[in-house]
């Protein structure tokens, strides 16, 4: 007779242990997935036809159906990139030019037509790296508290934005990578009801490329009506942080990647060719535009221009950034100042008035001002005018990190809007972290069950109005609605955008 204690760890392992899921049928076919505990996932399912061959720099096509049940047990292959080392949110899997699949994962109980809250994540990197293999944009907490998530892989440097005139009968190009995103959110439209989902109550979010992607789905007339909220961390809003190219100056980038080049010799290249060695790295080389002004996807360079000219899809939205949202691509202080021009001697008196900032540090600030943190503010101030806003800025870092950064850095909320946190590659989980993680998660989830991030058991977050001089503050104390503690700064930073220096 089995012991009470060998019963229970018995119990144990077989409640962990994942099992066959139940088997959902999609439009092109059924998948089975697999189930651990209280929620089943559905990884690899491609929702477009493979971007290769004569698909290659086109509209995502239809995907093919299949016969009897796909497994979907295991990710598929994120999209080609070369590597990028430094990558907090490391891909899994061996990345390839065939790459168009998705990820679902759902309550295990939920059945079809249950109207769950459906989130879509975007990923970030730049618009050459990521996918959505990381350990870190794992949906299983997400579904655990009631939603039915769902993660995307689209095209990636030249294959995802790429003009050229060889393409010329094809419109020269464009931005296939964000016309992947509108295809998946169409399968979602589609597809999603059979995993519990609501197809009206779709919340897409992103972080870096993927909150800059938010900005596109709201100005686009090819996505109006596939979401009905948005979340956008860390997607900036002025040009600063990513300026586009009109198609024609996208095309002189492509001529310089692969001068006189036909169609059919564009298309027949190698993908290790059309992949090189472009990363976040090596982003700014000639021969790459990134994405483009397309009048489809992107109506206007600008997102402060977009939202002031009315353009904008209106839909409830949280927008914000990390307070240390920054690069440090110079360290010098001299330097940086110098780069301010004729307001030089404002900036240090703002930045660095005791002469103790360090160089790091000053290179962190003032980028993540003029680039993310300011322009978050005003993208938030300009729909605030239109539809209800929720402005925030994410402030928590363990102590190692914020000592040597000054606050949380770029992308470093992710894992406590996941609650994935002790599946970080670097630092390790510490117990602090675990309110944090709640606290942020909870407010995601709430957004996209009611459309008001502090509808259920947490700390009221007040809509923002225009000129607004507050912001929803989530650090080690959890979060507050407060009198901007950058105020001054980001309005220093705004002032730039008038008179460049």
């Not at 059945?111 to 809250?117: C, D, E, N, S, V």
């Not at 586009?244 to 990647?257: N, P, R, W, Y």
């Not at 090596?282 to 353009?311: C, F, N, Q, R, W």
């Not at 927008?319 to 307001?343: E, Q, W």
Request: with cysteine; hydrophobic share 45%; glycine share 10%.
């Amino acid at each position: 007779m089995r012991s009470i204690t060998t019963t229970f760890m018995i119990a144990a392992i077989l409640a962990a242990a994942p099992v066959a899921a139940q088997v959902v049928k999609t439009a092109s076919g059924a998948v089975s997935g697999s189930t651990v505990g209280t929620v089943s996932s559905f990884k690899g399912i491609p929702y477009a036809a493979a971007p290769t061959g004569e698909n290659r720099w086109r509209s995502p096509q239809p995907v093919q159906g299949w016969q009897g049940t796909r497994d979907a047990t295991k990710f598929a292959p994120d999209c080609a990139q070369a590597p990028f080392p430094p990558d907090a949110a490391p891909i899994v899997t061996t990345p390839s030019e065939d790459c168009l699949f998705l990820n679902v994962w759902q309550p295990s109980k939920a059945k079809a037509g249950a109207k769950l809250p459906v989130m879509v994540w975007v990923h970030g990197g730049g618009f050459v790296n990521g996918g959505s293999s990381p350990a870190v944009y794992s949906g299983e907490n997400f579904a655990r508290d009631g939603v039915v998530f769902v993660s995307l892989n689209y095209r990636l440097g030249r294959f995802g934005f790429f003009a050229h005139p060889g393409l010329a009968a094809a419109g020269f190009g464009g931005n296939f990578g964000f016309l992947d995103q509108i295809a998946a959110l169409n399968w979602v439209q589609q597809n999603i009801a059979s995993f519990g989902g609501d197809p009206a109550n779709v919340t897409v979010f992103g972080e870096s490329a993927g909150g800059m992607s938010m900005h596109m789905l709201l100005q686009s007339p090819l996505a109006r009506g596939l979401y009905a909220k948005v979340i956008i961390e860390s997607g900036s809003g002025r040009d600063r942080a990513l300026a586009m190219l009109s198609i024609a100056g996208a095309a002189k980038a492509g001529e310089t990647f692969a001068p006189g080049l036909t169609a059919e010799q564009l298309r027949a290249l190698p993908e290790s060719q059309v992949t090189g060695d472009l990363s976040m790295f090596t982003m700014g080389k000639p021969g790459y535009s990134g994405p483009m002004v397309d009048g489809k996807t992107i109506l206007a360079g600008s997102s402060i221009e977009a939202i002031e000219g009315g353009l904008y899809a209106k839909v409830p939205v949280i927008v914000g950034a990390n307070s240390a949202d920054g690069f440090p691509f110079v360290t010098d202080k001299d330097a940086i100042f110098a780069g301010y021009g004729a307001n030089a001697d404002k900036a240090r008196a703002i930045y660095d008035s005791d002469g103790k900032t360090s160089g790091l540090a000053l290179g962190i600030a003032t980028s993540a001002d003029r680039m993310m943190i300011e322009p978050s503010r005003a993208v938030a101030r300009g729909l605030a005018t239109r539809q209800p806003t929720w402005f925030y800025r994410f402030a928590y870092a363990v102590p190692q990190v914020a000592a040597a950064m000054g606050g949380a850095p770029h992308a470093s909320e992710i894992p406590y809007v996941f609650a994935t946190v002790a599946a970080r590659k670097d630092p390790k989980m510490i117990p602090a972290e675990e309110p944090v993680a709640a606290l942020t998660h909870k407010y995601w989830v709430n957004f996209a069950k009611s459309g008001k991030p502090d509808a259920d058991a947490v700390p009221a977050w007040p809509q923002a109005i225009a000129g607004d001089t507050t912001v929803q503050l989530i650090d080690a104390t959890g979060a507050s609605h407060v009198e901007d503690p950058m105020r001054m700064r980001l309005d220093f930073a705004e002032g730039l955008t008038k008179t460049a220096p």
